[in-house]
């Protein structure tokens, strides 16, 4: 198997990409992808290497994805608006033999001007119209590496989750058993979300690809132009996390065409936002739960299913979903419990981080997800809470571990913590609390500046308090919970 077959079978005409002006269909996208993976493959990438890219969601990062994919590469997207000193320290974790993007091995422009020129018409006089000879696609285990994915893991710091082809493909064919839940062919998909990111990876870009759908590319969320969008019934398949839905429903608009489904996640929806959104676009909102380390998605309504309010669905077909109480036993219905999955979506691990791996994966391969939610009499699922302490904003985990150890490099503070706190937008945002060192005088702005010169934007705290002293255990633990 491999997981860059899913672009292929499709009708060579329809639309796969697009991205403003620019289309592309089946047809282009796999010539590209073909020209794209002789390029690698010339320039010594293998099965078993790593690739990292630097890339926005865009043509160039889709047609890299499916080239490395099929070259039997493992790929690791990187957020491209990453300061360059976190950038510096995900590549060193991840020790890439190639990375694309600014300062790489490969430009996303030179790739893409190589895809595209395997993809257009065939010069007079040129039966070949400038493609050379692609090796083909190479069939690999399930269990291949395919997503090198940082994420701040079920517990302790920020690690690499490994993704395998048959944990992608697993969960696309789990989403597509519930009927009406997946893109089907034709339909436009609007791929807003990061791509760097497993929900705009797999529960967007894999998906349509799959099931022969286009992708609207976007490098930024851009509220008003996606209402344009809907009013024009230019989008048929609507996913993104709360703080997208949020942003909609408070702009002005005409009349909107709805889409066929729309699907929040990544982050916990306030049931305003979902009322406001349905009643914006008139069609509900469908909330599931999902995380990393399972492809992502273990929960999710079936459109036009009745469904208890609060709840984030069932589990989807082929995922086992256990509530686990302190006694490690099953919890009763209505009890509250760690959520533990299995199945072929689950990962084998973290990135060479094997005692994490077991904290994480039990020896019959349940992940405990470090989330706690009780079930009812029909297997609905309610979340009701985090036993971890990570920070999720607009579907991105901040683990405050990371965010606390750039504070304290900061001159002048002897001292830091970090929580997160809610959010209207984008569900919760990080709060920094700093004790200075003896005579130094913080100020919270310039603390704030300097967290955005090492940290990626959403990590950096949006308020920071000075403190005198931070609350700590009898064995010196800082106690997080006990945060002012």
């Known amino acids: 198997m491999n997981l860059a077959h899913l672009a292929e079978g499709h009708d060579p005409g329809t639309t796969a990409l697009v991205a403003g002006s620019e289309r592309w269909t089946y047809g282009q996208v796999n010539a590209g992808v073909a020209a794209l993976r002789a390029h690698l493959d010339t320039a010594g990438l293998a099965p078993g290497d790593r690739l990292s890219t630097v890339l926005p969601n865009g043509v160039a990062f889709v047609l890299t994805w499916l080239a490395a994919l099929g070259l039997g590469v493992a790929v690791a997207p990187l957020d491209p608006a990453s300061p360059r000193a976190e950038l510096g320290r995900q590549l060193a974790l991840l020790r890439p033999d190639a990375t694309v993007g600014p300062g790489g091995d490969f430009q996303g422009e030179q790739l893409l001007e190589i895809a595209a020129g395997a993809s257009a018409p065939p010069r007079t006089g040129d039966s070949r119209g400038g493609r050379g000879s692609a090796p083909p696609i190479v069939e690999l285990d399930d269990t291949a590496p395919a997503a090198l994915l940082s994420t701040a893991g079920t517990a302790g710091a920020p690690k690499v989750a490994v993704l395998t082809h048959g944990n992608l493909a697993a969960n696309v064919a789990q989403v597509g058993r519930v009927p009406g839940l997946a ?63 949020a942003a909609l429903a408070e702009r002005p608009h005409g009349v909107l065409r709805p889409p066929r489904l729309a699907i929040s996640g990544g982050a916990s929806l306030p049931r305003a936002v979902a009322e406001a959104f349905a009643a914006l676009v008139g069609v509900p909102l469908l909330e599931g739960y999902g995380l990393t380390e399972a492809s992502p998605t273990v929960t999710s309504p079936a459109p036009g299913e009745p469904l208890p309010p609060g709840s984030v669905g069932r ?137 955005r010169e090492h940290l990626a934007r959403y990590k950096c705290p949006t308020e920071v308090a000075v403190a005198a002293e931070l609350p700590h255990g009898p064995a010196g633990k800082l106690l997080r919970r006990s945060l002012p």
């Open 315 to 451: 589990p989807l077909p082929g995922v086992e979903l256990r509530v686990v109480d302190g006694d490690g036993e099953d919890a009763e219905a209505g009890d509250p419990g760690e959520v533990w999955v299995r199945g072929p979506n689950v990962f084998p691990g973290y990135l060479d981080d094997p005692d994490a791996t077991r904290l994480a994966l039990d020896e019959h391969g349940w992940l405990r997800t470090g989330d706690v939610a009780a079930t009812d009499e029909d297997g609905h699922v309610f979340l009701l809470d985090r036993q971890k302490d990570v920070v999720i904003v607009s579907g991105f985990n901040v683990w405050p571990a990371e965010v606390e150890a750039v504070l304290a490099a900061v001159p002048g503070v002897a001292e830091a913590a970090v929580a997160g706190r809610p959010h209207p937008l984008t569900g919760e945002t990080v709060h920094a609390w700093v004790v200075p060192e003896a005579g130094a005088a913080l100020e919270p702005a310039s603390v704030i500046a300097y967290c």
């Open 183 to 245: 893109p089907r062919a034709g339909e436009h998909c609007l791929g807003a979300l990061p791509m760097h990111h497993v929900f705009g990876l797999n529960v967007v870009l894999d998906a349509a690809l799959g099931a022969g759908a286009a992708v609207v590319l976007s490098e930024h969320f851009d509220p008003s132009a996606l209402l344009d969008a809907l009013a024009g019934g230019e989008i048929q398949v609507l996913a993104g996390v709360p703080a997208m839905f």
